[in-house]
């Protein structure tokens, strides 16, 4: 069983098409697990420009919540296809709106990566290198999101900092890609 890989990054720093790339490496076909909801029209635009860049080789799947169960569903075992995970922050951002228990489901989310066969590549903002926000859900979300990050890089094998299209291997630090 390979570790999960996760890749991380500010916005519009190349995160995504990085882990698009990886996730594709290993069969040229590769599940993408969608946590985005399009709840206006710069999202819909955003999520229709992520889909016309990615080609005929991805399959989709639509989890704003149950993403335990879009990894369960897909894992295709050894040899299966990778599944793409994007994004970790969108899911916490769905949970919490929700009013989920989102440190439950991050839980479950680590204990649903430790028995995935099949490669999985999860991408996840940093949101936590910027100014501490002027409102409590603000800084929930921070917090949250620096808790999910740093439990999903635990159970990793690798992690990736993208910045600025320049991606800095964390983990496994050996300079290599």
Not at 36 to 49: H, P, S, V
Not at 91 to 120: C, F, K, Y
Request: with cysteine; aromatic share 4%.
């Amino acid at each position: 069983m390979e570790k999960p890989t996760l890749v991380t990054g500010g916005a519009r720093s190349g995160k995504s098409e990085l882990a698009e790339r990886l996730a594709l490496r290993a069969t040229g076909r590769a599940v993408y697990i969608a946590t985005a909801e399009a709840y206006d029209d710069e999202m819909r635009a955003r999520i229709t420009a992520h889909q016309a860049r990615r080609g005929g080789q991805w399959r989709e799947m639509h989890a704003p919540l149950e993403l335990v169960a879009a990894l369960d569903a897909s894992d295709g075992g050894n040899g299966g296809d990778p599944r793409l995970v994007d994004c970790l922050t969108l899911w916490l951002t769905n949970l919490m709106l929700a009013d989920r228990d989102w440190h439950a489901e991050g839980e479950a989310l680590i204990a649903a990566l430790s028995r995935q066969s099949a490669p999985v590549v999860l991408v996840t903002n940093e949101v936590g290198l910027g100014i501490v926000p002027d409102n409590a859900l603000g800084r929930a979300f921070r917090d949250a999101a620096g808790w999910l990050n740093r439990r999903v890089a635990e159970v990793s094998g690798t992690v990736i900092l993208v910045v600025a299209g320049c991606p800095i291997k964390v983990k496994p630090n050996d300079d290599t890609f």
